[in-house]
């Protein structure tokens, strides 16, 4: 049998690993949250649920892909054969998000090449959503195809081919580049935004503490969904990369090294957001909490534009802004290419990997156009809510399903205290067999009721059902049916 490729060092797996984690999930969604859920308090369950939800899971995931040396789908077919179908539903989940997350990428590159002459001008939100998006009425009207847009998106597609094409040769020396760079960047705007005026109001705005917010419970589902989206889980990513690993390699401390860093950045970028944030509260007299009101695409694309250019060297700081974006989001989506592509070379070995990673981004390509069209938005932003609140979910509860009380944790406890440094204790069982199911399945009730009360943004029926119900369902029978036949 042919030997599985490895990674050229332990630090570059960790390298590839953050740089997964690591994505615009950390740089707008997370200040996002904290600023709509009690500031500085919104730290509390986010972190409760870092410790509770996410180093348990990672350090599973880490687990079952370097014992079972191979992808998500085969690895939950060496627990049991007819489980491979939460495999495939995990890289399912992940390619549909990254057939939109490209496309979120592709705004970026437009972006930036429109920072040197910061062409959005006074009006950021008409630029964005007239000139870059073409933005139609309403769901239901598709209009045409962007072709900037679209032009964007073969650029961005064949950057993240050329990342992967060689499998984890290839991700193993762009990883070099894409996970320091964009903390470098950060850094540079987190030291521009600090020492603006105004910035000091924008840092308390972030962390000083709202504890009524706490009795919420959207608080704490959202920080619950945060932490999966952020560590990149249910995707079958992180199997995929440990399954590269020799399986004597660390466990624990590789996973919670990883964990900790991605939450660190992200509070860390928080600073530089608000900083920016509370400069532009000042200088336009608009209030911070108006501002931060502002979530993903437009704080990224309408806000933060406004905010940048009302600084000194504003085209310098702009295309700092849209490459870090760009080199954040690359390793992520790359990631997730990896995640598809190691599943089908498992099962065909004989294709080479670089014409399976060819045709996983030709498809991703395609799968993202429509969200190329000029209901774009509204497509992505409905698919993003169903993919993430409901897939990576259901895939999550059934990965601890299969481990807890299938495969045996315990089991798995031993393998991991074997090969790591840091010795895990009996509480991570409890964690993987109830706390976890528990918690994850009260997510999935909150989420549901709440969207069976009031259709998610008040889009159509016919729309939430395309673009959301029917390919979740979609992926949860396709997975259901691949198990139901999967052979020894
Ligand atoms: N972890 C990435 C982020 O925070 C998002 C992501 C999720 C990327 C799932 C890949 C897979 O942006």
Redesign the pocket.
């Known amino acids: 049998m042919k030997q599985r490729e490895r990674w050229p060092s332990k630090l570059i797996f960790i390298f590839a690993a953050v740089g ?8 707008w ?2 200040p996002y949250l904290v600023g709509k859920y009690g500031g500085g308090a919104f730290l509390i369950p986010y972190i409760l649920m870092l410790f509770i939800l996410g180093v348990p899971l990672l350090i599973m995931e880490f687990a079952i892909g370097q014992k079972m040396q191979v992808g998500a789908v085969g690895s939950f077919h060496k627990i049991e054969r007819k489980l491979s179908g939460i495999g495939l539903g995990a890289v399912l989940c ?1 390619f549909v ?2 057939s939109y ?1 490209a496309v979120v990428m592709s705004w970026c590159l437009i972006y930036f090449f429109h920072s040197f002459a910061l062409k959005w001008g006074a009006s950021t939100k008409d630029f964005f959503y007239d000139k870059v998006l073409h933005i139609s009425k309403g769901v239901g009207d598709i209009g045409f195809i962007s072709v900037e847009i679209i032009f964007a998106l073969v650029v961005v597609w064949t950057l993240i081919y050329f990342a992967v094409w060689k499998g984890v040769k290839s991700v193993g020396k762009v990883v070099l580049v894409t996970m320091p760079l964009p903390v470098i960047l950060l850094v540079i705007l987190f030291i521009r935004g600090v020492t603006l005026p105004g910035a000091m109001e924008g840092i308390v705005f972030y962390l000083k503490p709202d504890f009524a917010a706490l009795l919420d419970t959207e608080v704490w589902s959202a920080a619950m969904s945060q932490i999966f ?5 249910a ?1 079958g ?1 992180m199997i995929a990369y440990a399954s590269y690993q020799h399986e004597s390699s660390d466990i624990a401390k590789t996973a919670i090294i990883t964990s900790l860093v ?1 939450s660190g950045i ?1 509070i860390f970028a928080g600073f530089a957001v608000f900083s920016t944030l509370g400069h532009m509260a000042a200088a336009s007299g608009v209030s911070i909490a108006e501002l931060a009101k502002e979530s993903g695409p437009s704080l990224a694309f309408i806000v933060f534009p406004k905010a940048l250019s009302l600084i000194p060297f504003a085209p310098f700081f702009s295309v700092v802004f849209f490459v870090m974006l760009i080199a ?2 690359i390793d ?2 790359f ?2 290419v990896e ?1 598809v592509s190691t599943v089908i070379h498992d099962r065909y070995p004989h294709i080479r990997k670089q014409d399976i990673s060819l045709y996983v981004c030709v498809f991703g390509f395609i799968c993202g156009i429509p969200f190329t069209t000029f209901a774009g938005l509204y497509n992505l932003d409905i698919t993003d809510h169903f993919i ?1 609140n409901y897939g ?1 979910v259901i895939v999550g509860l059934l990965e601890v399903w299969a481990v807890g009380w299938l495969y045996g944790v315990d089991k798995l406890r031993k393998y991991i205290n074997q090969v790591s440094d840091i010795k895990i204790g009996k509480w991570w069982n409890a964690a993987i067999k109830f706390v976890i199911p528990v918690c994850l399945l009260i997510l999935l009730t909150l989420t549901f009721l709440n969207d069976i009360k009031t259709p998610y943004e008040g889009y159509p029926q016919w729309a939430l059902f395309g673009f959301g119900w029917l390919i979740l369902i979609g992926v949860l029978l396709i997975s259901f049916i691949f198990s139901h036949f999967s052979k020894e």
């Not at 997964?20 to 740089?27: E, F, M, P, Q, R």
């Not at 989206?229 to 889980?233: A, E, K, V």
Request: aromatic residues 12%.
């Open positions: 997964s984690a690591v994505g615009l999930g950390n740089v969604r997370f992940g998000v990254v997350y989206f952020t560590l990149s889980l995707f990513i991605n992200s954040l989001g992520s989506a990631s997730l995640a993430t990576l």
